[in-house]
């Protein structure tokens, strides 16, 4: 199986613009998952996809966070209004349909907000 | 509410020697499983071991080896004989049989393998 991927790696952007990450999990996986990862922690849910259903969000994932699935497929994660805080990696997970399954992980997108 | 412990925050060894990492976890679920990811500093997360909770045998994968432990509630993972390739931040994670089945992680041990 090709891995997760993830674009970009790495996103430079000032506060207040709009950025948007996109994520195509391994193939045939129906299931998809965003994590939040700031420096010394480990990473946190955001949120997860079910084909593409959006079934559960975290109390992390503010309004200002809108995360979308067409057609089951590939996924973006779209932060309007950046905040400084808002800078961290941003990892994205899959795995097939059993909610015992192992979750796979791609190389994530840095943002950094200036 | 479940918790992931990993208590040593950084560990540094000489190649070839023996390193083993903790992790502690909690939740009030009966069934669960545990993990250990790999992130080396590229920052990809590589998956190492799931365990679920009835399987409490030992593995050995290699130069890897995982104790699972139900009475203490840890899962602890030993490197032998230790490689300079091994230098990654580890976390260990929990997850429950739930809908999403999150993934909640430990802070991670970052271990340093020197020569």
């Known amino acids: 199986d090709t891995g997760v991927s993830q674009d970009p790696r790495h996103k430079i952007t000032k506060r207040g613009q709009n950025v948007t990450f996109r994520c195509d999990p391994i193939?045939?996986?129906?299931?998809l998952y965003w994590y939040r990862q700031t420096l010394g922690q480990g990473p946190e849910f955001l949120t997860y996809?079910?084909?593409?259903?959006?079934?559960?969000k975290s109390r992390l994932l503010s309004d200002r966070f809108s995360a979308e699935r067409p057609k089951g497929s590939f996924s973006t994660l779209e932060i309007q209004r950046t905040e400084q805080g808002d800078s961290a990696m941003y990892l994205c997970a899959s795995s097939r349909d059993r909610s015992t399954d192992t979750q796979y992980f791609g190389p994530g997108t840095r943002l950094t907000v200036l | 509410a479940q918790k992931v412990t990993q208590a040593q925050t950084e560990i540094s060894v000489v190649e070839k020697e023996d390193v083993t990492l903790d992790c502690v976890y909690e939740?009030?679920?009966?069934?669960?499983?545990l993990f250990w990811y790999k992130q080396p500093p590229s920052g990809e997360l590589v998956f190492l071991i799931r365990r679920n909770s009835f399987d409490e045998q030992n593995e050995i994968s290699g130069r890897y080896s995982w104790n699972f432990q139900k009475s203490t509630s840890s899962f602890n993972f030993t490197i032998t004989a230790s490689q300079v390739v091994d230098s990654a931040v580890y976390f260990c994670?929990?997850?429950?049989?739930?809908?999403?089945?999150?993934?909640?992680f430990g802070t991670g041990t970052r271990l340093q393998v020197t020569l």
């Open positions: 994670a929990l997850t429950h049989t739930g809908t999403a089945s999150k993934l909640t």
């Open positions: 939740t009030r679920d009966t069934t669960y499983y």
């Open positions: 193939s045939e996986h129906n299931r």
């Open positions: 996809f079910q084909n593409e259903a959006q079934l559960e």
